[in-house]
Each structure stands twice: as C-alpha cells, then as structure tokens.
C-alpha cells in the first residue's frame, strides 16, 4: 500500500519556511509577517513568550499548582488525581511527578481500544508496578466502527477514539469523586495542529453519528454525554480541576527519557508507539496539511520552546519520504472493514461540513482556553 499524497516538496529544503522555526508557507492558515516569522511563532511568544524566559514566573506557576495539589490532598478523598496512561513520554511524566513529587493518591487508567499495541500494554503494566498504583483497563468495544465511520465521511479515523479517553477520564473523575483530572497535553509543547482538521466534541461525534445505526449502542457507552461541557462547568463551579500539566512546569522528552532511563531503567518506543494505526493517522495528516508531515510541526514546536535549533529541526525532516507504504494500513483495513480504494477515497474528505452550530462555539473556546492559534 503506497502513499498518495501530492508532492508539492512541502517538506524539502527549498519550500519557503518560517525564519524561527520550519513550518512551510503551505501549512494550513499560515501566515507570516514583515520579517518572516510564522503566525504560530508569533502566538506562542505571545502567550508563553514570557514564561520561557522567565525563571521567577515558572516559579509562579510551579507554586500555583503545589497549592492546587495541597488543596485536593486535603479534601481527604481516596484518590487526588486520575491520570490516563498510554506508556508514552507526557503521561508517564505526569504519573511520576504526581506520585514520586508532589505525594499524591493516583488512580490511572487506559482505554484499552483495537489499536492499542501489545508492547505499550507490556510497558503500562510495567509502569503501574514501578509506581505502585491501582490500574483500571476499559476496552471500547466501538473503537473499529467508529473509526470506520469518521474516517468515510470526515477524512480522520481518531475523533472517536479521542473523545472516548477524555469521556472515560470524567466518568472515572466522577465516579471516584476524584478533584483532579491530570493531562499530559498543553499548547506550549503540543505541535500546531488545526483544531478544524481533528475536532472531537460531542456535538461534532453527534452530527458525525446522524443517519448510523448505532444509537441503542451510544447511548449505553461512554459517547453518552457531553462530558467536555459538564467538566468544563464543574471547573468554573471549583468541584473538579482538570490541570494542564505541562502548563505549570518545565517539560523537556530528552530529560524525561533519561530519567526514566537512569532511574527505572525505562524506555520510550516511538512516537505514538502506543498506537499500531499512527502512520495511517500520520497519513492523513498529511493530506490535510497539504503534504507537511507531523514531524515538521513537531520540530517547529521544539524550536519554539528552545529545545532545538532550527539547523537540527530541519536535519530531523531530512529523511521524510514521499510515496512509501503505509505501516499498518493492511491491517488497518481488515479491522475497519475497508478496501483501499474506499480508504483513498475516504481521506479526501475533512470535518468542515460537520462543524456547525455548538460544535463551532466548542472549538472556539478551546482555543481560547488552551491557548491556541489553530
């Protein structure tokens, strides 16, 4: 299986780049200003510009979530916080510093859907052991239908898929009366992906589901609710805090891939190794980004935050290659039921005609809560 992007050399040297970091001109809703910088440069110094070059206002912010993590040890409940784990760098980061930092009762979980690897269920139980905390595993019985479904009428096959783990995330939070959801994720270490290229609220899923004959189904599982909504207003209220953890400290994959190396004797697989269908996803992208790779936005991001030169960046997507087979597609495939004429076909579609009325309103308040330009 070959890959059918349309070379439009969005990743060699020559495409016209960002003076700071390297995201194309191609790059969807880029701009650049008088002197070359990208949009994305331009925002992130915009709202992380000072706290990167700041050692006193991350020491604000390291103080700010001490006393967020004080307070809900002392509300005396049987776990503080709920982490999701998939093995990789950002979760167990936040498993560690949770347990072995800030002293805090952990229950973790991880949606255990079609596409989780053997090798990241070997590395999670090995986590759960080194960490000494109680494990939840919650398989998703819809995962390969769903993304079937979204993959033919939007072009994405992991709307689903991400919107289940934050659903099990609230429901677990609830069900334990847990005050803390801990997340991995933060706009100052995330690549630049477009919002409108990957949404996954549930009323985008909602007019996604429309027409499919998956309702008993649905409403028996975790799709159930709009739990983006509920936990958004238990936050406002003060009942439970969902924190950002990247947001409040110093996060750096080359020093939490030697600590764990050093002190656990722990290592990180690839990339999104949790996930045997990520290239196919990686694909997609592409088509989307009019042929930029992930990579590209991964090592922009990097630049940014000063944990790589904008030389080393651009020797990091050297290798990319153009018309390669798809790792994984084969078997992607025969789990989703598909050919690979309707796989094609499939990812010439996007999300646009089904981001309307509150599933517009959702995402722009995303990105202005997790302040984000895309």
């Known amino acids: ?6 070379k439009d050399n969005a990743n060699s040297p020559e495409v016209r780049r960002c003076v700071r970091c390297i995201m194309p001109e191609n790059y969807p809703g ?14 992130f110094d915009d709202k992380w510009g000072s706290w990167v070059n700041s050692i006193e206002e991350q020491r604000r912010t390291e103080a700010k979530l001490r006393g967020i993590f004080e307070a809900a040890k002392r509300k005396k409940r049987p776990y503080d916080a709920i982490i999701g784990i998939s093995s990789g760098k950002d979760s167990s980061y936040c498993l560690y510093l949770c347990k072995e930092v800030y002293g ?24 759960v052991k080194i960490f000494d905390v109680p494990h ?17 009428k939007t072009g994405n096959l992991c709307t689903a898929c991400e919107l289940s783990a934050f ?21 100052r270490t995330e690549a630049s992906v477009p919002k409108s290229l990957n949404p996954w609220d549930t ?10 004959g998956y309702r008993e189904r649905i409403r028996d ?17 003060g009942l439970r805090r969902i924190v950002l953890l990247p947001d409040y400290v110093e996060w750096d994959e080359e020093k939490i891939a030697d600590l764990f190396k050093s002190k656990y004797n722990y290592e990180f697989g690839a990339e999104h190794g949790d996930c045997w269908a990520h290239e196919v996803a990686n694909y997609l992208f592409q088509k989307k980004c009019h042929g930029v790779h992930p ?3 991964k090592c922009s991001m990097l630049v940014r935050s000063g944990k790589m030169t904008r030389e080393e960046a651009m020797s990091a997507i050297s290798d990319i290659e153009e018309g390669k087979e798809i790792p994984g597609l084969d078997r992607f495939l025969k789990v989703c039921g598909m050919t690979e004429d309707e796989f094609h076909a499939a990812s010439e579609k996007n999300p646009q005609p089904y981001i309307k009325g509150l599933s517009q309103l959702i995402n722009f308040l995303r990105r202005k809560i997790r302040r984000q330009v895309a």
């Open 167 to 187: 659903n099990t995330t609230a429901v677990l939070a609830r069900d334990y009366n847990i005050p803390i959801i801990v997340l991995g994720n933060s706009s």
């Open 30 to 43: 880029i701009t650049f200003n008088s002197e070359g910088v990208c949009s994305f440069c331009q925002y």
């Open 104 to 127: 805090l009762n952990v229950l973790t979980f991880t949606k255990q859907s079609c596409f989780l690897t053997d090798e990241a269920v070997t590395k999670i139980d090995r986590l």
């Open 136 to 152: 939840i595993y919650y398989h998703d019985p819809l995962s390969p239908e769903l993304a079937a479904i979204f993959l033919r």
């Open 1 to 6: 299986m070959t890959r059918n992007i349309q």
């Open 295 to 297: 990579r590209v936005a």
């Open 203 to 212: 009323f985008f899923f909602n007019n996604v589901m429309k027409g499919e």
């Open 221 to 237: 599982s975790f799709y159930r609710h709009n739990y983006l909504v509920s936990e958004g207003i238990r936050q406002l209220l």
